[in-house]
């Protein structure tokens, strides 16, 4: 399976402000050298998705200069690679009007690569996902579109686009930030809201971008979105199913925060602290690349050549240490987890 993925990363967030007065949001630090990007990066690359386009615009330095110095290197190989795409000039005539004209002027790409699915995800949520068994969901369900989605509670659910379900998933209604948000069914304090990640059909997002451009629609959840159910086969994938490995008893199942406004960075930041964090960003299993002083994970195809235990002189700033640890040297072999 094929899957070319665009990357969502031109947004000013505003509501960050003044952390973003000179960096992209998706830019900013998490914790521990980690940026936000990073996250939506290492879900993908986990999941063996290694076609990507970073779709950038506001402020995008810092954003380019991270992903040359630790992301691209990642990628060496035949249809192995990500690249960053933004205007230029940044805010000329060429400038991205929004996250549906961002990837419109690139559907080239598209018919370049001929995938089987365009995956659109965001740039700027905190969580883990195996996003091979959502692709696995949008090939059972022979979707045209489907909907990554999580319930949050309804006292902020006008802040995401909100879904309602009927048998199988299948998505009656898509409201992009309602002020009254309709909750699940039977489950009065909860709603489903979308998590802003899309797998296409290609031929069904080349004709809804073109469609969009022709009416002057130019975002997803705004102009494309809502006018999709009953028009064509449109899913919810249910996130709280998507089981990623090394997540530990004590974490929160179905972790996903949007980190759009500084209370909730702040939040999510504080939800990693502690010896039992409700998210462990240093899951080995799942790791969380990005870093630059990132470990290399050990597979089966690494060959450990030789051992030894010692006491490090000094500790790099934000790590958190419970016992001794034990030095492998290792000759890697990086490989993705999934072949998609």
């Known amino acids: 399976m094929k899957i070319v993925a665009f990357v969502l990363a031109g947004g000013e967030g505003?509501?960050?402000y003044p952390l973003t007065v000179m960096h992209a949001k998706p830019a900013l630090h998490f914790v521990n050298g980690f940026r936000i990007i990073d996250f939506v990066l290492s879900n993908l690359f986990n999941s063996g998705v290694c076609s990507i386009y970073v779709l950038a615009q506001y402020k995008p330095q810092s954003l380019i200069d991270h992903l040359g110095g630790v992301w691209i290197p990642r990628f060496?190989?035949?249809?192995?690679?990500?690249?960053?795409?933004?205007?230029?000039?940044?805010?000329?005539?060429?400038?991205?009007?929004g996250t549906a004209d961002a990837v419109y002027q690139n559907l080239q790409l598209v018919r370049r690569h001929e995938p089987e699915m365009v995956a659109v995800f965001a740039a700027d949520h905190v969580y883990r996902m195996d996003i091979g068994q959502m692709a696995d969901f949008h090939r059972a369900c022979d979707a045209d579109v489907s909907v990554a989605?999580?319930?949050?509670?309804?006292?902020?659910?006008?802040?995401?686009?909100?879904l309602r379900t009927g048998e199988g998933g299948c998505i009656r209604e898509f409201q992009e930030k309602p002020l009254r948000p309709a909750a699940i069914p039977g489950t009065p304090t909860r709603a489903y809201a979308s998590m802003g990640n899309y797998l296409f059909r290609p031929a069904v997002l080349a004709h809804l971008l073109e469609e969009a451009n022709a009416s002057g629609g130019s975002d997803f959840g705004r102009h494309i979105m809502p006018r999709l159910p009953g028009r064509y086969r449109m899913f919810a994938y249910d996130f709280s199913g998507n089981s990623v490995p090394g997540v530990a008893a004590h974490e929160e199942r179905g972790y996903w925060r949007d980190v759009g406004t500084i209370a909730a960075l702040d939040a999510a930041r504080k939800d990693t602290e502690g010896s039992r964090p409700r998210f462990d960003i240093y899951n080995q299993v799942w790791p969380i690349l990005g870093h630059e002083h990132d470990a290399r994970l050990i597979n089966d195809a690494d060959r450990v050549s030789r051992r030894k235990e010692r006491v490090e002189p000094r500790v790099h700033r934000g790590a958190r240490v419970f016992e001794t640890t034990e030095h492998f040297c290792v000759e890697p072999h990086e490989a993705p987890f999934r072949n998609m």
């Not at 190989?77 to 005539?93: C, Q, W, Y």
């Not at 902020?156 to 909100?162: K, L």
């Open 149 to 162: 989605a999580s319930p949050v509670p309804i006292e902020t659910a006008s802040a995401f686009g909100i």
């Open 14 to 16: 505003t509501r960050l």
């Open 76 to 97: 060496n190989g035949k249809d192995r690679f990500l690249t960053v795409i933004s205007p230029d000039p940044v805010g000329g005539e060429g400038a991205f009007k």
